[in-house]
């Protein structure tokens, strides 16, 4: 189960909030993500769901006193007194006996959910392990995936040589940050690093400079290279008409098959992939067009 201690959630943003444990130190509970979404585990006087984090502003502040006890029997993970106002006693006194964690910030109420907010979501995301090469290419997030020795992160490097950024190579930490958004991280210990086959290991910051690696992208399309089957023929279709996909932690991912073959410039086709995707998401998409245009010729030849 996802979860991460109220202590954690305190000293994670003390500064960025001014955060100040007041009563209920001993109360070590956690805020669990469970069947809810981040969005649901913060906000003012949210009394339907247990474990989430009230929020009192200064409005709330003043009319708390008279349902203090329902406010605690909701079982919140903590409360926190924001607006700079100063908690009231009733509160303080409840939440020392109940042991609930009680904070006050001099910060806007609407300023601490968001920033709260965005700190659950990241931090009680659904997460996964990929194995591939994690790129930024002209803006989007490309993992590029396929058999070991294919040739990713030969491709990967090629991508930098031209331009492009490197967020991880061989294993890609993506998590779901919301209902149809993945993000890609690198681990912290292969943070910067590429091994390529005959060269070792490669620091890119280190060889290319601060531009050429991302510590975080969005993840939009998959670029599988299929490997030759020796006396086989090509797997990819010449005219692929079917969108292909793959589905992420229940999101579901565009994806592009590239041939691998002597004398084939993958980084140039990698390139065109991109465009191509980046032309779809503002509703060109190239194959329809073709076949719109082969399917007006027919009609006007049997005319």
């Known amino acids: 189960m996802l979860q991460v201690n109220v202590a954690r959630l305190h000293d994670d943003n003390r500064e960025a909030l001014s955060l100040a444990w007041v009563a209920g130190r001993e109360g070590g509970t956690a805020v669990r993500r469970e069947a809810a979404a981040a969005a649901a585990l913060i906000g003012h006087l949210n009394l339907t769901h247990p474990n989430s984090i009230q929020v009192i502003g200064a409005y709330e502040a003043g009319i708390v006193g008279g349902f203090v006890g329902r406010l605690l029997e909701s079982q919140p993970a903590a409360v926190i007194v924001a607006d700079g106002v100063a908690p009231p006693r009733e509160l303080v006194e409840a939440a020392a006996r109940s042991r609930t964690p009680l904070f006050t910030s001099p910060l806007p109420a609407p300023q601490v959910i968001e920033k709260l907010s965005r700190y659950l979501a990241k931090l009680l995301a659904e997460t996964t392990e990929l194995h591939g090469v994690f790129m930024d290419v002209l803006g989007l997030g490309v993992l590029v995936t396929g058999e070991s020795g294919v040739g990713k992160s030969e491709l990967g490097l090629e991508l930098i040589s031209r ?141």
């Open 163 to 303: 331009g492009h950024g490197l967020v991880a190579d061989d294993v890609v930490e993506v998590s779901r940050i919301g209902a149809g958004v993945l993000e890609g991280r690198c681990p912290p210990l292969l943070k910067d690093f590429i091994e390529v086959r005959g060269l070792g290991v490669l620091n890119i910051r280190t060889i290319f400079g601060e531009t050429a690696v991302r510590r975080k992208m969005k993840l939009r399309l998959i670029a599988h290279l299929d490997k030759p089957v020796p006396g086989g023929r090509d797997p990819a279709e010449r005219l692929p008409l079917a969108e292909l996909s793959e589905e992420i932690l229940g999101v579901t991912v565009r994806k592009v098959n590239i041939p691998v073959a002597a004398g084939r410039n993958l980084a140039v086709l990698v390139e065109a992939a991109v465009r191509n995707e980046i032309l779809k998401l503002r509703g060109i998409d190239s194959m329809a067009e073709f076949l719109a245009r082969q399917t007006q010729e027919i009609q006007r030849g049997d005319a």
